[in-house]
């Protein structure tokens, strides 16, 4: 199984600043035969479902905020939030979808300092 | 708007089956793979498993190979998961989700969930 390990495991920002979570992955999600990486980044926020941000690593799902960028490629992966504005306050996850069992990193809890 | 609504959770004993259902709307359901996630309580995300556009194909995460079916009904816009030789950690919170394509695309969206409790 691919194991997806995030860090840090929290972090607290205050609003206006940059939070980053990086993501790695136990072997390559990049595929050779169209050269994407297979790796999506959800938000849950409380008693929420999780919600999709990024998918394809670096695209930004239709209606997310701008603030919110995906990058990295082959193991390392990093989800950015330029701004960050209370309503982003919420547990980030990556996840691998290229080898089954598709699995989640443990996740990322982002808190207003 | 993609709609997914999940019932059927409850409190069950250790080795008793329980069954899921997803029931979906405002999409063509029969066109698009479907997924069960999970979420322990206070804990991550599970993958628990997917089955394709047309029912054919199915996987399974590790932890319930062999005692977890999922299936799907086009006719009736409803997926499920049969989950039998229960155990206290099936505990969570578990999620329905519509798949971007028929097999093995992306989570796209999500149910709101349903409590499964396993206690004795």
């Known amino acids: 199984d691919i194991v997806m390990t995030q860090s840090p495991d929290s972090l607290a920002v205050s609003l206006g600043e940059r939070a980053t979570i990086n993501c790695k992955s136990s072997?390559?999600?990049?595929?050779?035969?169209?050269?994407?990486?297979?790796v999506a980044w959800f938000q849950q926020k409380p008693r929420q479902p999780p919600k999709l941000l990024i998918y394809?690593?670096?695209v930004r799902e239709s209606g997310v905020p701008d603030r919110f960028s995906g990058s990295g490629s082959g193991t390392d992966f990093t989800l950015t939030i330029s701004s960050l504005q209370a309503e982003d306050v919420a547990v980030y996850y990556c996840?691998?979808?290229?080898?089954?069992?598709?699995?989640f990193g443990q996740g990322t809890r982002v808190e207003i300092k | 708007q993609v709609q997914l609504v999940e019932s059927g959770g409850g409190v069950v004993q250790p080795g008793r089956s329980l069954r899921l259902s997803c029931e979906a709307s405002?999409?063509?359901?029969?066109?698009?793979?479907m997924h069960w996630v999970r979420q322990a309580p206070g804990k991550g995300l599970e993958w628990v498993a997917v089955?394709?556009?047309?029912?054919?194909?199915?996987e399974y995460g590790d932890s319930v190979k062999g005692r977890f079916t999922i299936s799907r009904d086009n006719f009736k816009n409803t997926m499920y998961l049969q989950m039998d030789s229960l155990r206290v950690e099936d505990t969570g919170v578990y999620y329905c989700?519509?798949?971007?394509?028929?097999?093995?695309?992306?989570?796209?969206?999500w149910g709101q969930g349903t409590l499964v409790t396993v206690s004795s």
């Open positions: 394809w690593a670096a």
């Open positions: 072997q390559s999600v990049l595929s050779s035969s169209n050269n994407n990486n297979y």
């Open positions: 089955i394709s556009y047309d029912g054919r194909n199915k």
């Open positions: 989700a519509k798949d971007s394509g028929r097999w093995l695309q992306l989570i796209h969206r």
């Open positions: 405002r999409f063509a359901f029969s066109s698009y793979g």
């Open positions: 996840q691998q979808y290229y080898g089954i069992p598709w699995t």
